[in-house]
């Protein structure tokens, strides 16, 4: 699919990204409470997605996560709807020389639809599955019909593994109780759309909880289950006084893996998999 033209037609959530996406790497590349996070969302891929398979990635940025697993032996269809993450992404893809294993399209998940109206109507073959990392669907408040489009998109008993913030996490008050910020602490909880900003860019963010983001997607897709991403490792919030905490943080990463699964909902971030059913789409 080609760019958006005008930038100014992107979602609000899209366009303040598009505008970060030159120095998105230099800010968040050296954080360790990022790389922490990151590392532990690509355990979980590669032991769900085997060598060889086809894969869809929602909102991949400037192409980490897909150069990553290209290089592990899976292919990855990026998408974002950044049309100057996806040029970023490009440029690495080919520095890389990973042209082979990662393309790459500029569209939002509120244009899914499109997207897989497209392939369906090409004959191109279904994903084995799909992947978002770091919170792109909580950018967007309509989860109903990028689930109806995913389900287009993936083979039957595909799975879906979608990183998005923690309805509750207690690292994220402590750190911002810590500094002041009384209101910010609490917006998780929130069921409303909460406002929220990325240099002068104005956007909203929702927080569903697992389960309600499971009964978005169903009938076409059923949970399978929870992981926390960032239990005990601090949310990029504690950034960037943290990262002068190398030892801690890998303690704090092994622990993690020990709670992961009893202590889900109270990660920086949850890690849902999803799996398709066969429900018609």
């Known amino acids: ?3 958006p033209a005008d930038p100014l037609s992107l979602p609000a959530a899209v366009r303040a990204f598009d505008a970060m996406a030159p120095r998105f790497d230099e800010r968040f590349g050296g954080w360790r409470s990022v790389a922490a996070q990151r590392a532990a969302v690509r355990r979980h891929l590669l032991a769900t997605f085997p060598e ?5 990635e929602l909102g991949g940025g400037t192409g980490e996560d897909a150069l990553f697993l290209a290089a592990r032996g899976r292919r990855v269809h990026l ?3 950044s049309p100057a993450m ?6 690495k893809v080919a520095a890389a020389g990973a042209g082979g294993s990662v393309t790459l399209d500029c569209v939002p998940l509120e244009a899914l639809g499109e997207l897989a109206e497209a392939r369906v109507s090409a004959g191109l073959p279904s994903f084995d599955g799909c992947y978002s990392n770091f919170a792109a669907f909580n950018c967007v408040e309509d989860h109903r019909a990028p689930a109806r489009a995913l389900a287009r998109l993936l083979v039957s008993g595909g799975r879906a593994v979608l990183v998005v913030f923690g309805p509750f996490a207690p690292g994220e008050v402590a750190t911002l109780l810590l500094r002041g910020q009384a209101r910010s602490a609490f917006r998780r909880l929130s069921r409303r759309p909460v ?3 990325v240099g002068s860019h104005a956007f909203t963010v929702t927080y569903p909880s697992p389960r309600a ?9 059923r949970l399978v289950a929870t992981r926390g991403i960032g239990v005990f490792v601090p949310p990029s919030s504690a950034e960037p006084a943290i990262s002068a905490w190398p030892r ?16 889900a909902l ?16």
Do not use: I, K, N, Q
């Not at 060889?52 to 869809?56: D, E, I």
């Not at 996806?86 to 440029?91: D, P, Y």
């Not at 009964?215 to 897709?221: A, D, E, I, K, N």
């Not at 990660?267 to 429900?279: I, N, Q, S």
């Open 1 to 3: 699919m080609d760019a």
């Open 52 to 56: 060889g398979s086809a894969l869809l």
């Open 79 to 81: 998408t974002d709807g």
């Open 86 to 91: 996806v040029a970023r992404a490009a440029e």
């Open 195 to 197: 406002p929220a900003r």
């Open 213 to 221: 983001l499971a009964r978005s997607f169903s009938p076409w897709f």
């Open 248 to 263: 801690l943080l890998a303690a704090l990463e092994r622990v993690d893996r020990v709670v992961s699964a009893p202590l």
């Open 266 to 281: 109270l990660g920086d971030h949850v890690l849902v998999v999803l799996e398709r059913t066969g429900a018609p789409a």
